[in-house]
């Protein structure tokens, strides 16, 4: 039965175990393509950074982060990607570095919580309302459109890959596999409904397990979607103990750390963690939305900062890429109307579990981007949406109404960035944010604009 907020299974309630075990894995599917994405884009060698111990780290970080938020907040953590210009700096310092940059990131955050806590969260209601918020959180889901396009068009993560062409077949399969998980989650009866990235991610895979023998067999390589070599790896044992950070530090020799490459990560770090605080909040104010209590009063937004932060923190300690709040995650919630926190739990303790489990980890590797890209359609497309239904009831004739959102849409979609030298650059959505505050602040927050607050 529903709860008055559309959940099937809310944040306190506990699906029976094998219900529960297919919703955990599907959020670990949900979230698992973008967590292990960063380590191959900033260490394809692997050698301080690695799939499994992303996958470490999201779980350990995970489970930290609902620790801290008393279990209230139904969010899972994985690889942030605002991080990964600041990894390629701190890479310069090995285990080292990674671990100093999480460590300055997790303490802006205790920083800021420490703010929220002693000051409260009016300032960001007042500052940051849903016609600054609602085209930020869209925002979010617009400019990750692009990379689910080049997962479905080019299966690849990167179309710059020398491996990386366009592909007709690959866009039909991905497609396939994106209808079949909305006609899953709209037309199919009894619980199976509750699954729709299982199946579509199932039936896509087999179809491209298909496309790909048959490519092989007729030596047409546009239906090869499939590559299995990451298998060739399995007999090799060495291959299947993850690169855990805090040990491979243990390991490292620290007399050649150039302590000026040392200050370059701290600034890095520390800039980058408010340009993820701004996602952080679009997270949550997403999810509030969603589950129709506000997750910024209960259990706070100290908690949900002090759970991200240092969650991010143990995070890089097993995994070397600092976590983040994902909108994946959140899609997944939405879509399959279970909002339990045990099952955020039980999603981390698969996430850590699998990394061991180095056959598991390939067959993961094997998945073809497209089919990935297949799900990113629909939890990117959530993300946008959910953002637009925060300006529900909000009058976009106003003039003050429409500048903000035209301000943080055309900013951040235009690709907006500050980039103030020193590889301190702050892009994504943090400057669609900034400007649309302060675009609100000038316009609406004025004696004579009573009746437009109203509507703000």
């Known amino acids: 039965m529903s709860k008055e907020n559309g959940m099937i299974y809310d944040v306190n309630d506990k699906p029976p175990f094998k219900e529960n075990l297919v919703f955990a894995f599907q959020q670990f599917l949900a979230i698992c393509a973008a967590t292990i994405l960063v380590p191959l884009i900033v260490d394809p060698t692997g050698e301080y950074l690695n799939t499994a111990s992303a996958l470490i780290g999201a779980g350990f970080g995970t489970i930290v982060y609902l620790l801290f938020t008393q279990f209230k907040s139904p969010v899972f953590l994985g690889s942030s990607f605002a991080f990964i210009a ?12 990674v671990i100093v940059g999480a460590l300055v990131a997790a303490l802006v955050y205790v920083l800021i919580a420490a703010i929220v806590k002693f000051g409260g969260v009016g300032w960001i209601n007042k500052y940051m309302p849903p016609i600054v918020i609602g085209p930020t959180v869209a925002l979010i889901g617009f400019l990750l459109a692009g990379t689910a396009m080049t997962y479905v068009m080019f299966n690849e993560y990167n179309a710059a890959l020398p491996t990386a062409s366009y592909n007709l077949w690959s866009i039909l399969i991905g497609l396939i596999a994106f209808w079949v998980i909305a006609l899953v989650s709209c037309r199919a009866k009894g619980s199976i409904r509750l ?3 299982i199946v579509g991610l199932l039936f896509g895979y087999v179809i491209a397990v298909i496309a790909t023998g048959i490519g092989g067999a007729i030596g047409y390589a546009d239906l090869e979607l499939v ?20 040990i491979g530090l243990i390991g490292q020799d620290l007399s050649a750390i150039d302590m000026g490459n040392i200050v370059n990560i701290i600034v890095i770090y520390f800039v980058t963690a408010f340009v993820v605080f701004a996602e952080h909040l679009g997270d ?18 100290h908690r949900t900062l002090l759970g991200d932060g240092i969650g991010s923190f143990v995070g890089a300690l097993f995994g070397g890429v600092p976590n983040t709040t994902y909108g994946e995650s959140i899609g997944c919630v939405a879509l399959s109307r279970n909002a ?25 590797d094997t998945i073809p981007w497209t089919i990935i890209g297949s799900t990113c359609i629909a939890l990117y497309g959530f993300i946008a949406v959910s953002g637009l239904r925060m300006l529900t009831g909000i009058d976009l004739m106003k003039p003050g109404n429409l500048y903000v959102v035209a301000a943080v849409f055309i900013t951040g979609l235009g690709g907006l960035f500050f980039d103030f030298g020193g590889n301190v650059v702050i892009d994504g959505i943090a400057p669609a944010l900034i400007v649309g505050v302060i675009t609100n602040i000038l316009i609406n927050h004025h004696k004579g604009a009573e009746e437009e607050e109203a509507t703000v």
């Open 86 to 97: 600041p990894l390629f700096t701190a890479l310069s310092c090995g285990f080292l570095g």
């Open 284 to 301: 949550h104010k997403n999810i509030s939305a969603i589950l129709k209590r506000d997750l910024l009063e209960d259990p706070g937004l």
């Open 195 to 197: 699954y729709p990235f």
């Open 227 to 246: 590559d299995f070599s990451p298998f060739d790896k399995v007999g090799d044992f060495s291959n299947w103990a993850p690169q855990i950070t805090f």
């Open 340 to 364: 339990s926190t045990w099952t955020i739990l039980l999603a981390a303790i698969i996430c850590i579990v699998i990394a061991f489990l180095y056959p598991l980890v390939v067959f993961v």
